[in-house]
């Protein structure tokens, strides 16, 4: 049997050889590279011979003088991606502050005042309403209620007598006051000078009690704005991650009682959270990070441990728990879509929104967050201008007449 032939391949290094490199380039084929001469436009055997032989051949120096003293055409590369950003950048700033109408005006101006220092900008307030992105808010609900509770029991051991422990939700504070209760330096300061220069006792025990009736006052209304579900919320509070990781904790059968209906599975969720504090944790900072890495935590044998009590303490951080974001998003929507601007499109209504709801959550705004590079690929393509499949056909066409209307 022969010997099979070896068969030269292409080498990079020819590219760099002084008689080569004005007119040989490498070209794709079904063999892989090949050689080329730029001058004849002609497919040569990757031979080193072969190629310094084309190079002397007469047909090759009768094209190299004409194709040499031809002037080249030099075209400069625009460079779109700086434009991009510009155009995604006012984009943004136009969304944060609701400067819908002024947007289509805004980038001839740009272009007019800098035509030679920078890219023509294409703005029109299309580009404002396909940024969608970006979510809500994040916070420690464990840590919540001790937030709301805190400044009533300030207040609460202010004006009632230090012997006597008041549960503002079960007891009448009013018969737990203390008239002569200590109401603070700058008070007990003024008073003792009033007295000094005649004060009356009689009146001094008006305004003590004016005062302590305030206080109360002040109370009874941050009762009346707590949420009605406060105790199942100081319950809830036993699973943040000091309380957690301490050794006398509180059980948590009375709250598993409400969401679990298995007595197996609320013996095994117990017996967890009596094991929990044994190991030692990265995630102590934060109630979430924690529970997360709970969930993930695995033993030498593979087995996650902690998963059912993970599991339950996940189930109660992701209960609502105030509708504080709720009013605030209906009250950006109120300032976005006005009686000025009550044709606005539901697709743009919903755009704007959401870039500020994201950039609430990231702590940014239109003038430090940096816009995502596969964001600004997406600028000027089809696929950033389709409309949304599920606005109806009279939406489509009123757009342009409905958003002309607008007045900003």
């Not at 305030?214 to 199942?232: A, G, H, Y």
Request: with cysteine; net charge positive; charged share 30%.
């Amino acid at each position: 049997m022969p010997k099979p032939q070896y068969s030269q391949k292409f080498r990079d290094s020819w590219l760099q050889d002084p008689d080569l490199k004005e007119w040989l380039q490498a070209v794709e084929s079904t063999t892989g590279q090949v050689a080329k001469c730029k001058f004849c436009g002609t497919i040569l055997r990757s031979h080193y011979g072969d190629l310094k032989t084309h190079a002397l051949s007469k047909k090759h120096q009768q094209n190299r003088k004409v194709i040499t003293k031809q002037p080249k055409l030099t075209f400069k590369k625009e460079s779109t991606d700086n434009k991009k950003k510009d155009e995604a950048r006012v984009a943004l700033f136009t969304a944060m502050h609701t400067s819908i109408r002024t947007v289509d005006h805004l980038g001839e101006v740009i272009n007019h005042s800098h035509e030679k220092e920078i890219n023509k900008m294409q703005m029109h307030r299309t580009k404002c309403t396909v940024n969608k992105m970006f979510e809500s808010k994040n916070t420690d609900h464990t840590l919540l209620c001790g937030e709301l509770t805190n400044l009533i029991d300030t207040l609460v051991t202010k004006v009632t007598l230090p012997t006597h422990k008041i549960d503002i939700f079960t007891q009448n504070i009013r018969d737990y006051l203390d008239q002569r209760c200590y109401l603070g330096f700058r008070f007990e300061k003024h008073i003792q000078e009033m007295k000094e220069k005649g004060f009356p006792r009689e009146e001094e025990e008006v305004l003590r009690n004016r005062c302590i009736q305030f206080i109360v006052c002040l109370i009874d209304e941050i009762k009346n704005r707590l949420p009605e579900n406060i105790t199942l919320m100081k319950q809830i509070s036993r699973i943040s991650v000091e309380k957690a990781l301490h050794h006398n904790k509180e059980n948590l059968v009375d709250i598993m009682a409400r969401f679990v209906t298995s007595t197996e599975l609320i013996a095994k969720i117990d017996d967890q959270w009596q094991q929990i504090h044994l190991l030692r944790w990265n995630e102590t900072k934060d109630t979430k990070n924690f529970w997360s890495e709970v969930l993930k935590f695995k033993d030498a044998q593979g087995v996650a441990r902690f998963q059912e009590l993970a599991t339950f303490a996940i189930t109660l951080l992701v209960l609502p728990h105030s509708n504080a974001d709720v009013e605030r998003l209906f009250s950006s929507m109120n300032i976005i879509k006005n009686k000025q601007r009550n044709r606005m499109k539901i697709t743009l209504l919903k755009s704007i929104l959401k870039i500020r709801c994201g950039m609430q959550l990231m702590g940014k705004c239109c003038n430090n967050y940096e816009i995502p590079l596969n964001l600004i690929k997406q600028i000027g393509t089809k696929e950033s201008y389709q409309s949304d499949k599920d606005n109806s056909k009279a939406e489509n066409e009123s757009a342009d007449s409905s958003e002309d209307d607008l007045l900003m």
